[in-house]
């Protein structure tokens, strides 16, 4: 039966904007389909979220996250997200349609790929895992499965973040592994955790399984096999395959190390080694000779008896020796007696006539180029390395013209080819390859301890925008100068961005007004000013500052003389609730004032309204600590007397 016509989701309009036209494939977590997006009439893939995690809150909320980060990570060679969005029970993902079949799809086919073939995949999967890398991304399942191949035979990786979600669903609360076991670090294993040298173990292991046609650990049970991945060493390619190239052999081992500090930081390391590795290799190199592949030490023996297969890897996928295209029968077993010389006379005649031949097909194809055009190949998006290769191969000769900064181009990656791509250009004519240098960035200037104006140009001079001018206290920047920036100095940011200034306005004359002379000129001392006080007679509390100059608030600068009027010191004065010194409150009972000084101002507070207190709250350093209190501590008030902090 065909699945696609049960399908309820065939022929449904997703979301108001998505008619599915037919199901494409079905994985552990989602269906994808193939689906017309009516609103910007585009083919797209739209992967749906099976039942089970849609229903989980958790995985839904993680789900919406990770597909906004992806939507923001843009490379050639990873597969893009449109949009995110859900419809009734379905949870789904608009990607971008790629056309073509998978990483393993192709294995299944040719059973494993020579060096170079090889390499010319791992490369731009590197590439994007290195871009994901670089913006604070981790994949968690690198596997075949999630590696396509284009018709056009381009590389892009698929489900960034998708195996971040299901973590978060209660399916894996319950003890489920997310990853495929096959691929799977040892830390994966061991404590669910991963970074992006977890990614590279599993691209070691993918690499591998390119090299030789199957994966490093086999068992019984997943659980067997994920034992192998914590205990043992993955094998060489080596070996399976004896002539497998060492590079390859000590890039596998380095990448599939079981210590992570002992792999490659991060895929763009080791995108690195694999570029070298492959420029490495000699350009002729097809595949590996037809050598029987020989079982890894801790697998299963070769069927006896079963020409053609070692290890479970069928050597009919390897290409053949052919040495038997100029010997026919009876050369190999022997010309028969008493016909020796008419044994020997067609051999020599099939000769003669295959040179011929050769000699006949070289002179026509060389009349028929000269004056023949070919077209100029597509190489942008391409690493520069693997492009000029790849021209020069195809007979042109390639210069590499100076790198240009590029916002969407990827650095190292091909933006412009001269003559442009599909050009129909004489054989052997000259390309010149430019590449990304990346977005252009611009570090932010030192611009701390200029003025204002002083900042703003050189700023300008660097290709930067001032911005806004945020004015902020300080003790120690003088009034007007620049404190800092915003991004701060050094932050490499693209050009024309904008950066804010925080400029000093100086000290703030804290409000002492209310306190007791002693706590006032303490407080004013601490923030870097000069207290001078002159008393006046005044019916407020004894010794009280009633008045002050500059104002409370005012910017002035460190060591300011801070001119503070006092209510009489030596006048005899008692609190209001006093009666003959003596203090009491309506029912006869008093309350102790606790005292609060260098407490947090919070804790105080609540202590002060535990007792039965009134609070009032004011401003002078802003420290977040109590610095003065009125009336102090340690004496008896009635419940429900204002007492007043300064912090």
């Known amino acids: 039966m065909d699945t696609t016509l049960t399908d309820p989701l065939v022929g449904r309009l997703l979301d108001g904007r998505y008619r599915v036209e037919s199901r494409i494939a079905r994985g552990g977590m989602a269906t994808v389909y193939l689906a017309l997006d009516v609103r910007l009439d585009r083919t797209v893939a739209v992967k749906v979220m099976h039942r089970s995690l849609a229903e989980d809150p958790a995985f839904v909320r993680r789900f919406i996250g990770e597909a906004k980060s992806v939507a923001s990570l843009s490379h050639p060679n990873v597969v893009q997200v449109f949009d995110q969005g859900t419809d009734g029970d379905n949870v789904y993902l608009s990607m971008e349609h790629v056309p073509g079949r998978t990483l393993r799809d192709v294995l299944r086919d040719r059973g494993r790929l020579p060096a170079r073939e090889a390499l010319e995949v791992m490369i731009p999967v590197l590439a994007a895992l290195g871009a994901a890398h670089q913006a604070g991304m981790i994949h968690r399942d690198v596997k075949p499965e999630n590696v396509l191949l284009t018709d056009d035979g381009r590389v892009k990786v698929v489900d960034f973040g998708l195996a971040r979600a299901a973590e978060a669903s209660n399916q894996t609360r319950t003890g ?23 990614d590279v173990y599993s691209a070691g292991i993918m690499l591998f399984e390119l090299l030789t046609g199957r994966q490093p650990y086999e068992g019984e049970t997943p659980m067997s096999v994920a034992y192998r991945h914590v205990h043992d060493t993955v094998p060489m390619p080596s070996a399976l ?53 020989s079982p890894l030490p801790t697998g299963p023996a070769p069927a006896p008896g079963v020409p053609g297969v070692a290890g479970g890897v069928p050597n009919h996928t390897l ?59 597509e190489l942008l998006n391409k690493n520069v390395t693997l492009a000029a290769d790849e021209a020069r191969r195809l007979g042109f000769v390639v210069e590499i013209g100076e790198a240009q900064h590029d916002e969407k181009v990827a650095k190292d990656l091909v933006m412009r080819v001269d003559p442009a791509p599909k050009t129909e250009v004489e054989p052997g004519s000259t390309l010149v390859l430019v590449a990304s240098a990346g977005p252009k960035r611009v570090n932010v200037p030192n611009v701390v301890g200029m003025d204002e104006n002083a900042a703003k140009e050189k700023l300008a001079a660097a290709g930067l925008t001032p911005d806004d001018v945020k004015k902020q206290a300080s003790e120690t920047v003088p009034r007007g100068q620049v404190i800092r920036t915003s991004p701060g100095v050094g932050t ?130 802003n420290r977040g600590r109590v610095l003065a209190q009125t009336p102090p501590g340690g004496q008896q008030a009635p419940a429900g007397t204002k007492v007043t902090l300064w912090h």
Not at 286 to 293: H, K, L, T
Request: with cysteine.
């Open 319 to 377: 290409i053949q020796p052919r040495a038997d295209l100029l010997t026919g029968p009876a050369a190999d077993r022997g010309a028969p007696a008493g016909t020796g010389r008419r044994g020997f006379r067609p051999n020599w005649f099939l000769v003669a006539l295959v040179v011929v031949m050769i000699a006949a097909v070289g002179v026509t194809g060389w009349l028929f180029s000269q004056g023949s055009t070919v077209p100029v190949p």
């Open 176 to 198: 489920m592994m997310i990853g495929t076991i096959g691929y799977m670090s040892p830390e994966q294993v061991t404590a669910g955790a991963a970074d992006a040298r977890s």
């Open 492 to 621: 490499p940011v693209k050009e024309n961005s904008k950066v804010d200034l925080i400029v000093s306005k100086g000290l703030v004359m804290p409000d002492v007004q209310g306190m007791p002379k002693d706590q006032a000129e303490q407080l004013l001392r601490e923030a870097g000013f000069d207290p001078q006080s002159v008393e006046q007679n005044d019916a407020a509390q004894p010794c009280t500052v009633i008045a002050q100059d500059p104002r409370p608030g005012a910017e002035v600068d460190k060591g300011a003389v801070a001119r503070l009027t006092l209510s009489a010191c030596s006048v005899e004065w008692h609190w209001p609730w006093e009666n003959n010194g003596e203090n009491v409150n309506e029912d006869g009972n008093a309350v102790y004032i606790p005292n609060v000084v260098f407490k947090d101002v919070r804790a105080a507070r609540d202590e002060l309204r535990a007792a039965g207190f009134k609070v009032e709250i004011r401003k002078g350093l």
């Open 241 to 293: 395959l004896p002539d497998c190239p060492p590079l390859l052999d000590t890039l596998v081992a380095q990448a599939t190390a079981r210590d992570p500090a002992n792999r490659p930081a991060d895929a763009t390391a080791m995108l690195v080694a694999a570029v070298e590795a492959h420029r490495t290799l000699p350009r002729e190199s097809g595949p590996f000779p037809s050598v029987p592949v």
